[in-house]
């Protein structure tokens, strides 16, 4: 993106964990950044100063996203930025594993209205701003078509499922307007509080998958103009 104006990335979730990740490396590769945030607003000044040592101008938002008005001021923040929207990563997820028989309905709406309302509060709001060439990419989960994990998180898996749909019928809805949507769903990432233990050695490729090798297929993305729709496993085999 040498010698063009920068472009404006947004990312849910973005404070710590891979959003965090995400925008360092979006940062280098010429964004300028809105960083969302839920509690962690320390985290998120911190992120924004470090974006800034990148060359990267960054601001933070307070949203929480399975608001529908809390979105909606999280994208007037975007439009006060003065930058083209170009890039949405819908990074937001929630994982909190009890079984199917034990879990309370509280849980339920809350995993269901931040996984999957809350990307479709997202995408709703960033599809009336993208232009040709502007894409969302929704994190997802490896196996989320299997709707299973260990015996539990069900609701997760069922949150996630549904994310892969709507990504997909989205997808064909909008890619006459040149706008592309796809979803990147990790395995198990090492150094994460989800962290289920033990993971690699159900791993075919042997490890945990990390951060970097979740941007690697959002790098991928970001360039690949006729690919819409897809769903990107990054999880060395896991669950194959
Ligand atoms: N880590 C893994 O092993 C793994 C594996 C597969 C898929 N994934 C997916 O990858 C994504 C990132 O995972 P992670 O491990 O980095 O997550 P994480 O460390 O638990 O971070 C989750 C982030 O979501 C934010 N958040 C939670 N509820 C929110 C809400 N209602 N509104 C706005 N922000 C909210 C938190 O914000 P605050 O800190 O500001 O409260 C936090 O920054 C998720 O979609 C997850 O499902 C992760």
Known sequence: MAGEPRKL?????????????????LA????????????????????AAGLGELGAAAWTQRADVSREDQVAALFAAADGTGRELALVINNVGIYNPIAL?????????????????????VCRQALGRLRAGGQIINIGVAGNQLNQAEGSATDYYISKAALLQLTRALAAEYAPDGVRLNMVSPGQLANSI???????????????????????AIDYLLGADYVTGANIEVAGGYRL
């Open 194 to 216: 989800g962290e289920l233990g033990g993971a690699p050695g159900r791993v075919p490729l042997g490890r945990d998958g990390s951060f970097e090798d979740v941007w690697q």
């Open 28 to 47: 280098a590769a010429g964004y300028d950044i809105l960083i969302n945030y839920l509690s962690s607003e320390a985290a998120a000044a911190k992120l």
């Open 9 to 25: 990335a947004l990312v849910t979730g973005a404070a710590r964990g891979l959003g965090r990740h995400l925008c360092l490396r």
């Open 101 to 121: 028989r034990e879990i309370d309905s509280g849980q339920w709406q809350r995993t269901i209205a931040t996984n999957l309302n809350g990307a479709f509060h």
